[in-house]
């Protein structure tokens, strides 16, 4: 009889076979899919900021309000999974169980972290300055400019132990997700699979490097106090990106290699 999902080690064999794509990659398809995948993430940040806005104020729940934030920001790993894009933190999974399966090289890995992280970042900035920022979608004063701006002080405050941390656990949700699309063979399945652990992540409060590279520019160009450029990186993404790369190929690449495809 035949079934819409892959067994755990096909997946992981799955897995393996798209780190060997991507390791031979073309160097500009890479810049370009990374720039998009940064901006579907935005997308998601985007959408969770305002749809969440104001809903402490007209009094709801925090643990209601922390759950509409993470509800609806998966729209933005399902596009970048369904539409294809290169996102750093699901090519952390895919390029470190590639490695340990000989699948890719360790300069394939270095050359897809590097670009992916870095045109992410190119495409979070887009959505946060030109679409969000330029775009007034957060007028001065409003709900939305006082999430925004809430959102980038909380993450920059946070100590960097704390961040750190935070990160493990995003990315150990953020690649189950990305496994559990690469276990279905069909959209629906897809969606279901990244949906329930993106919005666990962002309901509990873990740190996603590429969506801080959104939420905390955002807040620093709607005027955020004590949020900049230096802060931004030395308080969150150095400690949340190192966090996420040990989630993702410690918690899900590694054990799922030595279980599953370990010779």
């Not at 985007?46 to 104020?57: D, H, N, P, T, V």
């Not at 933005?76 to 290169?86: Q, T, Y």
Request: proline share 3%; hydrophobic share 60%.
């Amino acid at each position: 009889m035949s079934s819409s999902f892959k067994s755990p080690v096909d997946t992981a064999k799955a897995i393996s076979a798209t780190a060997g794509a991507k390791n031979s990659a073309n160097i500009v398809n890479v810049i370009l899919l990374s720039f998009l995948a940064g901006a579907y993430i935005a997308f998601g940040g985007l959408l969770a900021e305002i749809a969440s806005a104001g809903m402490l104020a007209a009094g709801a729940p925090v643990g209601l309000e922390k759950f509409v934030f993470g509800a609806v920001f998966p729209v933005g790993l399902i596009i970048v999974v369904l539409a294809g894009s290169e996102l750093f933190t699901g090519n952390v999974m895919f390029m470190t169980l590639g490695v340990l399966d000989g699948s890719a090289s360790v300069g394939g890995l270095a050359k897809n972290w590097v670009l992916s992280w870095v045109f992410n970042f190119v495409g979070a900035l887009f959505v946060a300055f030109v679409l969000a920022y330029m775009g007034g979608l957060f007028p001065a004063e409003s709900a939305f400019a006082t999430k925004a701006t809430a959102v980038a002080t909380a993450k920059v405050g946070l100590a960097w132990d704390q961040a750190f941390i935070r990160a493990i656990g995003c990315n150990w949700l953020v690649c189950l997700a990305v496994w559990l699309a690469n276990a279905s063979d069909d959209i629906i399945g897809k969606i279901v699979g990244i949906w329930f652990p993106i919005m666990a992540f962002v309901t509990i409060g873990f740190e996603h490097s590429v969506a801080n590279m959104f939420f905390i520019p955002l807040g620093m160009f709607l005027g955020a106090k004590g949020v900049t450029w230096s802060t931004m990186i030395m308080n969150n993404l150095i400690p949340v990106t190192l966090g996420n790369i040990v989630g993702g190929a410690i918690f899900v690449a590694c054990i799922y290699w030595y279980t599953y495809l370990k010779e």
